[in-house]
């Protein structure tokens, strides 16, 4: 798992900048178009992750939890 599944939390603060950019260069329409299908993708990306993040820190607590 390592340092893949913190790749995938890297995406989302990088969309302010490219949601400015296509408000500023493309047609109200399109822009919300673009925008609603980027924030599609990024949600099929963050999901998975943070399931995986929370999954593996409640098999560490279970881990730490049981007697020797």
Known sequence: MGIFVFLLLVPPPTTWPVAHLATQRLHPRT?????????????????PCLALLSALTLLLLLHAATPV
């Open 31 to 47: 822009a919300t178009g673009f925008l609603t299908g980027m924030a599609t993708v990024l949600t099929a990306c963050s999901t």
